[in-house]
């Protein structure tokens, strides 16, 4: 069981340097980079949720359901919008809020009634509270009829990144480490898919973006095994 755990880690870690390479190679003007993207990005979180099933003992659901989340919202994104109705874009960021959503009763059912939480944990809140105050102004200045649906999902990213210090002093010390930077990792992530696609592109946006995305999926991931 241990090969196949180790298989499957490598097997994640390969693809999602690909498709990093296909999102650099994209951006740098070689058309065919983009097929490499639409092939990789697909298998990225499958992969992820079947290393989740084998390697934890104790399999949590919600947390397969919100890699699940993640898995839509991959693809809706992917679907090209010529028109610029930004429907498939509502319908991605839909499939990621449910995503944190999950993640977040996840994190309160694994908590256990708070038996073991640390109040000072608060502190380790506070940094996604004033991140989401930073984003949401600058964010909502330019998402026009969808800054309900923004504000919406700039307080389920931050709820979020609060719910990770539920674990504090619920398993080990290194689940915790990795279930916190993984969410600030999804966080960042998320902000700066945003102002890609509602304020400006920036060089490597999505290269950039896509490494936070799937790093932070990952220690969310490992966070939970080892929690």
Known sequence: ?????????????????IHLLGEYFS????????????????????????????????????????????????VFLMIPDPEKKKFWLKIGLISFLLGHIFYIVAFILTA???????????FLAIPFVIGALIAHPRMTKHTGDMTIAVTAYIIVIALMGISTTFLLGFGTVIGFVLLYIGAWAFAIS??????????????????????????????????????
């Open 1 to 17: 069981m241990n090969v196949v755990r180790i298989v499957l880690l490598t097997v994640f870690c390969l693809i999602s340097m």
């Open 27 to 74: 951006e740098r003007g070689k058309e065919r980079s983009i097929l490499i993207r639409y092939i990789t990005k697909p298998l990225l979180i499958p992969i992820l949720i079947v290393f989740y099933v084998i390697a934890n003992p104790s399999i949590n659901w919600w947390i397969v359901v919100a890699l699940i989340g993640g898995f839509l919202g991959d």
């Open 112 to 122: 256990q009634n708070f038996n073991h939480y640390q109040w000072w944990s608060v």
């Open 190 to 227: 998320d902000i700066l898919n945003g102002i890609g696609k509602f304020i400006n592109d920036f060089k490597y946006e999505r290269v950039i973006t896509m490494f936070t995305y799937v790093l932070g999926q990952l220690l969310l991931v490992l966070g939970m095994i080892y929690s």
